[in-house]
């Protein structure tokens, strides 16, 4: 069966010579992939005419939604795709890492989306910067979609999740996306696209797949455009050298595969909580896909007085490990993804036999059934052991990508930690340790060689995610040999796909571009109290000065008796001066209530609730003999995508008698949309 890639609004299947897909598990040629005849530069206008122009018409909640209805359209549909994943040579669990993985960060960034972004098409970065005296020429952040394609070109091992966990961030940014997966599992992808296009819930345009090559595609590239590879470090530094992106400065993130490590921590004894789940995570990182990730363990570093105690407890572990058909449940462990991958593992070992010793390899007969696996790719996991790590560069440079990872000893921290930064930059390095002290020396020591750094002690292991499981809230990359990108990150990521643009102007016409009031613009009236208004009837710009309230003596007391806050400063003048006050001083939060006492309407409004206060700066004290009025603005309106309110946020500043600010901050409330 050949597989059709997915371009210009229409299924195409390839031309020419195909390259045949094989089962993992039987060695059966199962599906034929080609690109040829596709046009590459067809498919990127595409993307930047149609599917770029469909995406940047919605705001970020629209995409947000979007990718939440996707994910469970998806979830229901999820069995088609363990179907397939089994021909990949990955178990249940396997796939599950994977397949649900993969839509558990379409709905990680569905959520993140809505919380942390605005419900509009622009995104601002940072607080406005005063550039002059009088505050009449400002400077602000915004971010922007780029209106380019972003490409992504995926390694074998993840075909879902590694797809999606870079498809979520580039569409929520408002970039359409051209996917690439790795040919010998692209039948998955492309069946997870395939369903995507059926569903009808993305925009036109804003989804293509190539099964098969990019062809000439780097060459259309544009300074708009976005490519992300996942893969070898050899691979991707020979794609991110092309002549285009360097003479077109085209974003280019890379995430490659690295010499990742799990120490085990001086205190760690045999007899210990973190000895036993240090041997429980790394033989769980062995076997996992067979060792095909790119988070992988390769290097395990141990205290030299623990190193046969390791060595033991993984061999009395792996041994018990059924490794086979993917299919049976009892099965942990199932082949490489193909034979050439099994060849070039074999290899890779022979290199690292160079200077390391193989100490165990797995013994167990490969579990079958009832159909020959002769011409699958099984492999067994194997330990090597490196007696001299300092002097020896193999461990450090030569990685296995499959079930293959190498013990060594060491001495004290700081040897633990040169060992670490051998590997030249890794995706993660994990740290199996209850010494707070040497987390912290560990930790300090190798983050500037590390994306992402897991400590595990017996508080934390039951709930942790894993060695290997990057999170969709958190930098998923690495320095030097990792790539030196980053995905993943919240929002982060998002960021990876927008232009950051400065803008410098009046607070008026900057508002105006970004749809925010900032300090310092006009302002508006029209003697209703915007309490009482519905949310669509609201302005930005909306502002209302309160009358002014009297701070007395008798306030501070009886606060100071209603909230049980008796500190000295309120309560002593003596002790007061003896600080940084003039005398006693009122409450901070006594001024914030005294405020919403001046502007809150007491009447049945369509405001509904609270919904909280950011950015709170008290910023001068107030004392009893001062007088207190409210600057109340509209900063901006969000509404709630599907419910009948959104969120205000309100501009508030509290000030005295000689018009000194005293207290600043943002308020947020729900107000009721305008009735059907």
């Not at 505050?135 to 995926?154: D, S, W």
Request: include cysteine.
């Amino acid at each position: 069966m050949n597989l059709s890639s997915y371009a210009y609004g229409q299924w195409i299947e390839g031309k020419g010579k195909p390259s045949g897909i094989y089962s993992a598990v039987t060695g059966e040629h199962i599906f034929d992939a080609s690109s040829d005849g596709l046009d590459f530069n067809q498919m990127l206008e595409y993307g930047r005419t149609v599917g770029g122009v469909n995406i940047r018409k919605l705001t970020f909640h629209h995409r947000a939604l979007m990718l939440k209805e996707l994910a469970k359209f998806l979830t229901e549909r999820k069995e088609l795709f363990y179907k397939l994943s089994y021909f990949t040579g990955a178990t249940r669990n396997d796939s599950w890492f994977d397949i649900d993985g993969g839509f558990g960060t379409l709905f990680a960034f569905a959520s993140k989306g809505r919380k942390e972004l605005p419900n509009q098409k622009v995104y601002i970065d940072g607080a406005t910067e005063m550039l002059s005296k009088g505050g009449t020429f400002v400077g602000r952040h915004i971010c922007v979609p780029l209106e380019g394609v972003a490409l992504h070109i995926n390694a074998f091992n993840f075909p879902v999740w590694g797809m999606l966990e870079k498809f979520a961030p580039s569409f929520l940014a408002g970039m359409p996306c051209i996917i690439k997966p790795a040919t010998s599992t692209s039948f998955v992808a492309q069946k997870v696209v395939e369903e995507i296009i059926a569903s009808k819930i993305l925009p036109e345009g804003s989804l293509q797949i190539i099964c098969g090559s990019v062809g000439d595609m780097f060459d259309h590239l544009s300074m708009q455009d976005v490519v992300t590879f996942t893969g070898s470090h050899t691979t991707g530094t020979t794609l991110r050298q092309h002549k285009n992106i360097i003479s077109n400065s085209i974003r280019f993130n890379m995430e490659a595969d690295s010499l990742n490590c799990c120490v085990l921590g001086e205190d760690a004894t045999p007899e210990s909580e973190e000895f036993s789940l240090f041997v429980k995570e790394v033989a769980r990182e062995l076997t996992t896909k067979a060792g095909q990730r790119c988070t992988a363990i390769r290097r395990i570093i141990v205290p030299n007085g623990r190193v046969q105690d390791v060595i033991t407890a993984l061999q009395k572990r792996i041994s018990s490990v059924v490794i086979g058909d993917p299919i049976l449940e009892d099965v942990r462990m199932g082949p490489l993804v193909g034979r050439v991958q099994l060849a070039e593992v074999k290899s890779r070992v022979d290199e690292l036999s160079r200077t390391s010793e193989k100490v165990f390899e797995h013994s167990g007969e490969f579990k079958k059934n009832g159909h020959s696996i002769e011409y699958g790719a099984f492999i067994h996991p194997t330990l090597m052991y490196c007696a001299r790590p300092l002097s020896s560069s193999e461990p450090h440079d030569i990685e296995a990508f499959g079930p293959v990872s190498t013990v060594m000893g060491y001495s004290n921290m700081d040897e633990a930690i040169e060992l670490v930064r051998k590997g030249r930059g890794s995706l993660v390095g994990s740290y199996f340790s209850n010494d707070d002290a040497s987390c912290r020396e560990f930790a300090l020591g190798i983050a500037p060689y590390h994306g992402r750094i897991m400590m595990v002690n017996r508080f934390s292991a039951k709930e942790s995610t894993g060695h290997g499981s990057p999170m969709p809230q958190m930098v998923h990359g690495g320095p030097g040999r990792a790539g030196g990108g980053e995905e993943l990150g919240g929002i982060r990521s998002v960021l990876h796909y927008m232009q950051r643009t400065a803008l410098q102007g009046s607070p008026s016409t900057l508002g105006k571009i970004y749809g925010e009031y900032t300090v310092g613009a006009e302002t508006h009236t029209d003697g209703v109290h915007p309490f009482k208004k519905y949310f669509d009837d609201l302005v930005i710009g909306d502002s209302l000065l309160t009358k002014t309230r009297l701070i007395t003596l008798d306030d501070v007391d009886k606060f100071a008796e209603l909230s049980g806050d008796h500190f000295y400063a309120h309560m002593d003048d003596d002790l007061a001066r003896r600080s940084i006050f003039d005398k006693r001083v009122a409450h901070g939060y006594f001024i914030l209530s005294a405020a919403a006492g001046l502007f809150v309407e007491p009447g049945f409004v369509p405001v509904m609730a609270n919904y909280g206060l950011e950015g709170l700066r008290f910023i001068k004290p107030v004392y009893p003999g001062d007088t207190i009025q409210v600057r109340l603005t509209v900063k901006s309106t969000r509404p709630k995508e599907g419910e009948n309110q959104g969120i205000v946020e309100w501009d508030v500043i509290v000030f005295n008698q000689l018009s000194e600010h005293v207290a600043v901050y943002t308020l947020l409330t729900l107000v009721a949309k305008r009735p059907n």
